[in-house]
């Protein structure tokens, strides 16, 4: 079964700084993976997606993600962290059937 | 802005109603979800639905029960709520599926007392 895997709970960062989330992930075939963020009392927006081509994948809102098959990994990752950024973020896997399965989500807070 | 709207946004029942949670989107997709948020953040998919007239369950096991009668409408039913069943629920509709991106209602907050 595909799965995806985040390792913390919680991600603590200074404003400015650079940020990192991070995701592994566990399937069998090629993984299709994305990133979804989710603010207060909101639903989740799409943030980037990785299905095929290169590595590097880059999203809204001045994020990027890394994709690393040799380490089964799908990092997201800011070069400078703003205190808007603050949120819960999700990892997620195509699943089969075209259906979305996600982590158990890591709270971002950025520190002014 | 998202067009798939949900309601109630919040929702506090006592043991044994009969709830229906409101989940309809206005972008003529045919691929609706509902997901199931623990207070501890993880989602998990409990019904989809491909189409009108198309309904599934999820990996998670749910008491619940959806049905798609008309392809702007996704209503999630509980016909005995349970404090159990208190938790945040999310819907979401896809033109394509998962790999062209979801967009997801702003959720329900159930709390059954």
């Known amino acids: 079964a595909q799965s995806v895997a985040q390792p913390e709970d919680q991600v603590n960062v200074a404003e400015g700084n650079p940020l990192t989330v991070k995701c592994t992930y566990s399937v069998s075939g090629n993984p299709y993976l994305f990133w979804y963020v989710q603010y207060p009392n909101r639903g989740l927006q799409f943030l980037l997606k990785y299905i095929t081509g290169d590595n590097l994948v880059k999203g809204s809102y001045g994020f990027e993600a890394e994709f690393n098959k040799s380490q089964t990994s799908f990092h997201l990752k800011k070069p400078s962290a703003l205190v808007s950024d603050s949120a819960l973020y999700f990892c997620?896997?195509?699943?089969?059937?075209?259906?979305?399965?996600f982590g158990t989500g890591t709270r971002l807070t950025v520190i002014p | 802005e998202a067009d798939i709207y949900q309601t109630p946004r919040y929702l506090v029942i006592g043991t044994g109603k009969k709830i229906t949670l409101e989940c309809s989107q206005t972008m003529g997709h045919d691929k609706m979800y509902w997901y199931q948020q623990d207070p501890g953040m993880e989602l998990h998919l409990i019904h989809y639905?491909?189409?009108?007239?198309?309904?599934e369950k999820g990996d998670l096991s749910s008491e619940s029960t959806v049905s798609r009668i008309r392809t702007e409408h996704f209503p999630l039913t509980l016909e005995s709520a349970r404090p159990s069943h208190t938790s945040q629920y999310l819907c979401?509709?896809?033109?394509?599926?998962?790999?062209?991106?979801?967009?997801f209602g702003s959720g329900t907050r159930l709390t059954v007392v």
């Open positions: 997620a896997v195509e699943g089969g059937a075209n259906n979305l399965f």
């Open positions: 979401a509709s896809s033109e394509k599926g998962a790999f062209y991106g979801y967009t």
């Open positions: 639905s491909y189409g009108v007239n198309s309904t």
